[in-house]
């Protein structure tokens, strides 16, 4: 098994570009989880899913937007980048809300 | 929301030490994760305890629920030890995490 994985693994962006990160995970989770982590900082909770073509804003949401639409796949989306989303953005999944598995990281910045 | 704090901050340690960590937080929680981010950022899951203690080669972990505190302890510590240690606990689903415990582990 993959476990989670992330695409792309680095992003540069300009001010007002858009695009969207990609989650994947190989072990049928139902949960999946957008994360950021900001320098000296723990993570928090960006988006979340608790199963397909669901999806809940979590801590800090604006600014994103998530989709679900296939059960392995969680899709975080900047619609219009900005300087402040420079971070490196985790996914994570769990089976069923319990022990999350996180993906490598995406670092992102945005100049 | 509920607060997670850990301590210390930063920890030096000679290689061989054995040291402690904390993470207190501040409401009933579902569950605790301990996680290893390495040098590299990978996040390693190292424990997952809502209560009671349990041990992992050199690692081990005990969670007190009903006192909102647990403990990881490292033991014979090795420079591949060191990185930052998150304390995340589970909230409806939902993990909060900590600021982290950055260790660095001196051969």
């Known amino acids: 098994n993959a476990g989670v994985t992330q695409t792309p693994k680095f992003r540069v962006l300009k001010t007002g570009q858009s695009m969207t990160l990609l989650c994947a995970q190989d072990m049928n989770h139902e949960y999946m989880y957008w994360y950021r982590q900001d320098p000296g900082m723990g993570l928090r909770l960006i988006h979340y899913?608790?199963?397909?073509?669901?999806?809940a804003k979590g801590e800090v949401p604006d600014g994103y937007n998530v989709s679900r639409l296939k059960k392995q796949n969680f899709l975080l989306g900047l619609e219009s980048a900005a300087p402040s989303q420079t971070s490196v953005y985790f996914c994570?999944?769990?089976?069923?809300?319990?022990?999350?598995?996180f993906g490598p990281g995406t670092r992102l910045t945005v100049t | 929301g509920i607060q997670v704090e850990q301590s210390p901050p930063d920890l030096i340690l000679q290689e061989g030490a054995n040291s402690t960590l904390r993470c207190n937080f501040s409401?009933?929680?579902?569950?605790l994760q301990w996680f290893h981010q390495n040098p590299w950022g990978q996040l390693i899951n190292l424990f997952y305890i809502p209560s009671g203690t349990k041990q992992n080669g050199r690692l081990s972990a005990t969670t007190v629920a009903t006192e909102r505190y647990s403990l990881l302890y490292i033991s014979s510590s090795q420079t591949t030890d060191s990185g930052v240690y998150f304390c995340?606990?589970?909230?409806?689903?939902?993990?909060?995490f900590g600021a982290g415990t950055t260790v660095t582990v001196r051969a």
């Open positions: 995340a606990v589970h909230n409806d689903y939902k993990l909060s």
């Open positions: 409401d009933s929680v579902n569950n």
């Open positions: 994570a999944s769990s089976l069923i809300g319990d022990e999350q598995y």
């Open positions: 899913s608790v199963g397909e073509g669901t999806t």
